[in-house]
């Protein structure tokens, strides 16, 4: 157990660290966007997901070196002793790392007024990410048979790797980027879903998944003291793609689609609200005399519901939206 204490405070340390120096380093090569919703929009560095990739490929990558060259101590929860459960880690560690990749090439390229990165074109998005499913859908990673809300265990066959594996991942790296723009709101609802899925998997003795969700989520955590308001960093596409692709390979490799279908719910209502406006619409608003008004007399995004009223500030309507995860996400444990 202490392994797995050190690979939480390794994965820690490490973006703490990083995070300062990719601030400096973003801003010396000129990857800075406007923060939208403060009154005087000032420039601030985008992608923070390279912070936080990095804290959790180094704690994925200390524990498999302890694993490798002093297999004979017990940690206890027999983790990754077969070459199946590392074959999966391996997989899900890479899907990650080629999602935050794609995210970071469309943080790469910033509009001429800073307004935000332009780097990839809306079909390019999930095409590009359709390739972080080929490590999982190779090696078979999850298992065929699946829970489904209501419907309860149905066996797809092999219709799982090869059609439902890409369309998950897919899906939910895109999702979480849909649900954006506040400071702190992507990290924090991320650390609170991958958390609770983390917390899930653990219970449900599905430790492999258990592990990727114990070492990601304190990345996440110190990455979210400097992407707090005011942020002096954004999370940008790199960051976002990351926690929607991590949610996929927590529910494949730990075969919990239902739970994370359960926890994806405030995506789905975001999908919905978007496609109203035809997927145009901004979650973020303006803020005035200190407050965040929303560009829209409609709501067309989660975050409109508090926007709209113009009471509430950039901070509150962030923890008005963490509290939306926490309480979706803790419905894992009664549905």
Not at 22 to 30: K, N, Q, T, V
Not at 137 to 156: E, I, R, S, Y
């Amino acid at each position: 157990m202490s392994l797995i204490l050190f690979c939480v405070f390794l994965s820690f340390a490490i973006a703490w660290f990083i995070t300062p120096w990719l601030i400096r380093y973003l801003r010396r090569i000129g990857i800075i966007v406007r923060d939208a919703n403060k009154e005087r929009q000032p420039l601030v560095p985008i992608s923070g997901g390279l912070a936080v990739f990095s804290g959790f490929f180094g704690g994925i990558m200390f524990f498999v070196f302890y694993r490798t060259f002093f297999p004979g101590v017990d940690i206890g929860y027999h983790l990754v002793l077969t070459p199946k459960e590392l074959l999966s880690l391996f997989s899900g560690l890479l899907t990650i790392f080629i999602i935050a990749l794609v995210g970071f090439l469309d943080d790469l390229v910033i509009k001429p007024n800073k307004e935000a990165s332009s780097g990839l074109r809306q079909w390019q998005k999930p095409l590009l990410t359709l390739t972080a499913s080929v490590p999982l859908m190779v090696v078979n990673v999850g298992t065929m048979v699946m829970a489904v809300p209501f419907l309860g265990k149905v066996n797809f066959g092999i219709l799982y790797p090869l059609v439902l594996v890409p369309i998950g991942v897919v899906g939910a790296s895109n999702m979480v980027n849909m649900l954006a723009g506040f400071n702190g709101m992507e990290t924090g609802m991320g650390i609170i879903n991958i958390g609770m899925l983390g917390l899930y998997a653990f219970v449900y003795e599905r430790y492999v998944a258990a592990l990727i969700a114990a070492i990601l989520c304190p990345a996440l955590l110190a990455f979210y003291y400097y992407n707090r308001y005011p942020a002096k960093i954004l999370p940008g596409d790199s960051l976002t793609y990351l926690v929607g692709g991590a949610m996929a390979v927590l529910a494949i490799v730990g075969n919990m689609e239902r739970a994370a279908l359960i926890v994806s719910i405030p995506f789905f209502i975001e999908f919905i609200l978007k496609s109203r406006k035809r997927f145009k619409a901004d979650s973020y608003g303006f803020c005035k005399d200190g407050t965040i008004h929303s560009k829209y007399d409609k709501i067309y995004s989660i975050p409109h519901l508090f926007s709209r009223t113009g009471k509430f500030t950039e901070k509150q309507i962030t923890y008005f939206m963490m509290a939306i995860a926490l309480l979706f996400s803790s419905l894992i444990w009664v549905v």
